[in-house]
């Protein structure tokens, strides 16, 4: 049977090359990068390099401005619990959206109950955040506005550089959740003023357990991890040096191929998407038509349920999502869509595809076979259908 892998969003496959690469420092060049002889000198000059590689894909301004974690949730964590921390004399609100991953979202719940304050700005039905709600929720108080700059449901580009300025010219600090974007759409970290950008390793086609904190120089940040004093003392603990080096690479290969892979496949989802309305009905396309991330498209199959249009897709070897791997199995509609205002009725029948580099015509011409009858077949099972009719 064909195997077809459309649930990037969810991790993507590492590279051959990035695993090559990766390989040498499981096994020659094996040494602690804190460590001063030659051993440890190797692995150092490795990771010095990752991190040059990652200061460009950025345009950063010096390396140590990128610390690396264990991937995009502890950076996450990092950015908005170690700003907490290093400005709780100035005050303590935090600025965020309702449709956030969850290791944003659950950190600023957790701060909730550690006498934080946090605002949950509202988006539209495209999935925009309320820029007017972000200026009217800023007091003395607000030290922090955290606000993704893709979301991994629907894809949907939020404003950020328009966020940026507000939290610029309010002097608080921005953080992005740039997980779902790095390497994948343009950035600038000075035009859209960030001071704080999380990415992901496997997000990337880079291995998983491995990703970054960019901190702007100056930007005071307390840290989380505590021990050695690993990573310029912003997080302790020996350096995953093989996950530092794939890191490494797989944004190095990013950087080259953003321009050429953005457009295939953005011309891959939106053909795609027009065989999809042309051979069903009653589908919603879930998102911003254009501001969106270019392998991402969220349906809404109306009547239906995501669940059983996954596991019928999967018996087809194809795999997809109903939106956050992190949710699925919990059964409760996504959190996204309903922030989105999206009918309940629609959301449950929501599916996430997300292309990869990978992906090929062919790839998506077999899913336009096999979907339709599922559809039809799930459509004529469902009591919802009936009713509509
Ligand atoms: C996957 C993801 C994360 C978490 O990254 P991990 O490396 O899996 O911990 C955070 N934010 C967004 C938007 C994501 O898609």
Known sequence: MRKVYMDNNATTRTRPEVVEAMLPYFSEIYGNASSIHQFGRSA????????QSIVSLLDASSPEEIIFTSGGTEADNLAIKGVVAALRSKGNHIITSSIEH??????????????CRVTYVNVDGYGFVNLEEIKRAITDKTILITIMHANNEVGTIEPIEEIGSIAKERGVYFHTDAVQSTGKIPLDLKKMNIDLLSLSGHKLYGPKGVGALYIR??????PQMLGGHHEMGKRA?????????????????????????????????????????????????NGHPTSRLPNTLNVGFKYLEGESIILNLDMEGIGVSTGSACTSGSLEPSHVLTAMGVDPAETQGSVRFSLGRDNT????????????????RLRDMSPLFEKGK
């Open 102 to 115: 969850h290791a944003v979202l659950n950190t600023c719940k957790f701060l909730e109950k550690e006498r």
């Open 237 to 285: 603990g020996t350096e995953n040096v093989p996950g530092i080096v794939g890191l490494g690479l797989a944004c190095e290969l990013a950087q080259k191929e953003i321009a050429v892979d953005s457009k295939k496949l953005t011309e891959l989802r939106d053909y795609f998407y027009k065989g999809i309305t042309s051979k069903i009905e009653d589908v919603r396309l």
């Open 361 to 376: 015509k062919e790839d998506v011409d077999y899913v336009l076979a096999v979907l339709p009858p599922i559809i039809k």
């Open 217 to 222: 120089k100056g930007t005071k940040i307390t």
């Open 44 to 51: 150092r000059t490795a990771v010095d390099q990752a991190r």
